[in-house]
T-cell receptor, first 115, second 111 residues
Framework: EADIYQTPRYLVIGTGKKITLECSQT?????MYWYQQDPGMELHLIHY???????EKGDLSSESTVSRIRTEHFPLTLESARPSHTSQYLC??????????????FGSGTRLTVV | GQQLNQSPQSMFIQEGEDVSMNCTSS?????WLWYKQDPGEGPVLLIA?????ELTSNGRLTAQFGITRKDSFLNISASIPSDVGIYFC???????????FGKGTKLSVIP
C-alpha cells in the first residue's frame, strides 16, 4: 500500500501548456524530492525540500519549479511545457533521524509526454 | 564529489541462475540502500544496510555492507522471471540530504 501518491500517472499535453504534477505523502516525512528519469536510465535529482517553505535545486538543471507549503504536499510545476520535458517524474520522501535518512520511499511516478 | 559506480550495467541470465551485482563508492558511506524498479513504476526498497559488515536477507535476496564502507553487493538466488527490472544502489549518508544513486543494473531473465 503506497504512502506516497503521485497524480496523474500519465499525462499527454501540448507544447506551451502549464502543468502541475502532484505529490503527497502521509508518512509525516520532512524531506521530499523530485527525480527525472528517462526510460531505463538513471535517476536525476531536480528538486528537494528539507521541510515547509524550503526548496532547493538538485543536480540536474530543470525548468520546473516546486513549492512546499504543507509538509505532506510537494507539487512540481512547468510553466510552459516543451517536448524536451517528456520524461518520467518520480517523487520521494524521507525522514532524518540523527545522521541518517530513513524510509526513503518513492511514488509510482508521472509519465509526461509533451507533443 | 562523491562517485558511485554500479556494475554490471546489464545482465542476461537463465531462469534459476544466481545473480550478483555490486556498487563501489569513492567515499565512505553510512548506509547502503538497494532498490528495484519495474518498468513504468517507481523504485521499491529491497534492502537497507546501516552497519559496516552487515549481511541482510530478504527472501531470495542477500545484501552486504562492505567492511571498508565503500562497497556493497546484492545477490539474488534462483532467479525467476519477475526479477526482471533495474536494480539501483544508493546512499543517504551523513551530511547529505538526498539519496545518491548508482546508474543501475538492468536484469533480464530468460525463461
Amino acid at each position: 500500500e503506497a504512502d506516497i501518491y503521485q497524480t496523474p500517472r500519465y499525462l499527454v499535453i501540448g507544447t506551451g501548456k502549464k502543468i502541475t504534477l502532484e505529490c503527497s505523502q502521509t508518512m509525516g516525512h520532512d524531506k521530499m524530492y523530485w527525480y527525472q528519469q528517462d526510460p531505463g536510465m538513471e535517476l536525476h535529482l531536480i528538486h528537494y525540500s528539507y521541510g515547509v517553505n524550503s526548496t532547493e535545486k538538485g543536480d540536474l538543471s530543470s525548468e520546473s519549479t516546486v513549492s512546499r507549503i504543507r509538509t505532506e504536499h510537494f507539487p512540481l510545476t512547468l510553466e510552459s511545457a516543451r517536448p524536451s520535458h517528456t520524461s518520467q517524474y518520480l517523487c520521494a520522501s524521507s525522514i532524518r533521524q540523527g545522521p541518517l535518512n530513513y524510509g526513503y520511499t518513492f511514488g509510482s511516478g508521472t509519465r509526461l509526454t509533451v507533443v | 564529489g562523491q562517485q558511485l559506480n554500479q556494475s554490471p550495467q546489464s545482465m542476461f541470465i537463465q531462469e534459476g541462475e544466481d545473480v550478483s551485482m555490486n556498487c563501489t563508492s569513492s567515499s565512505i558511506f553510512n548506509t547502503w540502500l538497494w532498490y528495484k524498479q519495474d518498468p513504468g513504476e517507481g523504485p521499491v526498497l529491497l534492502i537497507a544496510l546501516y552497519k559496516a559488515g552487515e549481511l541482510t536477507s530478504n527472501g531470495r535476496l542477500t545484501a552486504q555492507f562492505g567492511i571498508t564502507r565503500k562497497d556493497s553487493f546484492l545477490n539474488i538466488s534462483a532467479s525467476i522471471p519477475s526479477d526482471v527490472g533495474i536494480y539501483f544502489c544508493g546512499d543517504s549518508g551523513a551530511g547529505s540530504y538526498q539519496l545518491t544513486f548508482g546508474k543501475g543494473t538492468k536484469l533480464s531473465v530468460i525463461p
